[in-house]
């Protein structure tokens, strides 16, 4: 489903990903680990397209993201992709459920269709009695429950997660968990998550830890 063949990035003389190649199958989630500065979050933006390795290729459901046109690689990834950060980057002057319907309606949905929509997936977040809320009148936790429903909104091929509870304190983190797996087992969803979090980390499928850009275990 993702595949990723031998990647380099360098920033100014820094190698921060050196020949990474990985296959990650429909329905995984994968923990990508290792210490600061090992090259998670890059590798994690080269295998979602949010920057373009020096060299290498990644082929998500077998189309090569880089071999797209900006037009339509920014189509293909709103399509195909969906993302959730450290910060939940919520629109404070929309309801949650708008946040939630955002990403439709920038890809051409109507109002009424991205709605439906971002209603359906909060109530498999768990935030139906939330829906009209704005970002503000919601816990820290539910804040990430939204973010991760916006992700989902377009039932992309995978989501890619950086540091998704580095915000929460352990309850919430243990909360978010929970869903990541709920959300495997229910839409077979597949995650790819850069993450601290031991706990997380040992709750995927497999662990992937890097070290000087590099894929070491």
Do not use: C, Y
């Not at 590798?43 to 990644?58: E, I, N, Q, T």
Request: charged letters at 20%.
């Amino acid at each position: 489903m993702l595949q990723a063949l031998h990647l380099f990035k360098k920033h100014s003389t820094l190698t921060v990903v050196n020949d990474v190649s990985l296959h990650i199958a429909a329905g995984e989630i994968v923990s990508i680990t290792g210490p600061s500065g090992a090259g998670k979050s890059s590798l994690l933006h080269l295998l979602s397209g949010l920057d373009r390795p020096d060299s290498g290729a990644v082929l998500i459901n077998n189309t090569d993201i880089f071999k797209l046109s900006p037009r339509k690689q920014a189509q293909f990834r709103s399509q195909n992709i969906g993302f959730v950060f450290q910060a939940h980057h919520l629109l404070p002057e929309f309801s949650a459920l708008e946040n939630v319907a955002m990403p439709l309606w920038i890809s051409g949905k109507s109002r009424k269709e991205g709605l439906r929509a971002a209603a359906e997936i909060m109530a498999v977040v768990g935030l139906s009695q939330r829906l009209n809320h704005k970002p503000t009148e919601l816990s820290g936790g539910e804040q990430q429950r939204v973010a991760i429903a916006r992700a989902l909104v377009a039932r992309p091929a995978v989501v890619f997660a950086d540091e998704p509870t580095g915000n929460l304190d352990s309850a919430n983190a243990e909360a978010v968990h929970d869903l990541f797996l709920q959300l495997r087992q229910e839409l077979g969803q597949t995650f790819v998550i850069v993450t601290h979090n031991e706990e997380l980390a040992r709750r995927a499928d497999r662990i992937l830890a890097m070290r000087d850009g590099k894929i070491v275990a």
